[in-house]
């Protein structure tokens, strides 16, 4: 056991900073932004989520936390999350079900983002919910095609 735990510190990156060497369409997850969209991370308060309206079907317990962006230009779009949670993103400003995600995994190495959520998404008006939260607001970035 004690030999597996040394081969699982060895494999662990070594980071001098975190998210000091973000790639460039990720370079806004560390910039103060005005509003949610592609390369502008932004931190939404979470609360129950039964008190938001539209929670699409499987959404998970716990905190919660949604908002509306525009996509203008049709391509695979990432959802960046700071922490363990599930993201849903809605076509449309009321109602509807969850988009199929074409992709998931994890933020870069020595980075604050836990997960990334890819959709292809064509051009209109989407909402963005992250359920299942344990902290009570959550960093979340739209990722650039």
Known sequence: MFLAAILLLQAAPQCAATDAALPANLSGWTAQADGFGVNRAVTLDAGAVAKLPGVPAGAKPGGAAMIGFRIEAAGR????????????????VAGGDALKSAA?????????????????LQPG????????LATPSAKVMLVAP
């Open 77 to 92: 779009y990432g959802v960046a999350l700071d922490q363990r949670g599930w993201v849903d993103v809605v076509s449309g």
């Open 125 to 132: 008006i989407y909402r963005l919910y992250v359920t299942g």
């Open 104 to 120: 998931h995994g994890h933020g870069p190495d020595c980075s604050s983002i836990r997960k990334i959520v890819r959709y292809d």
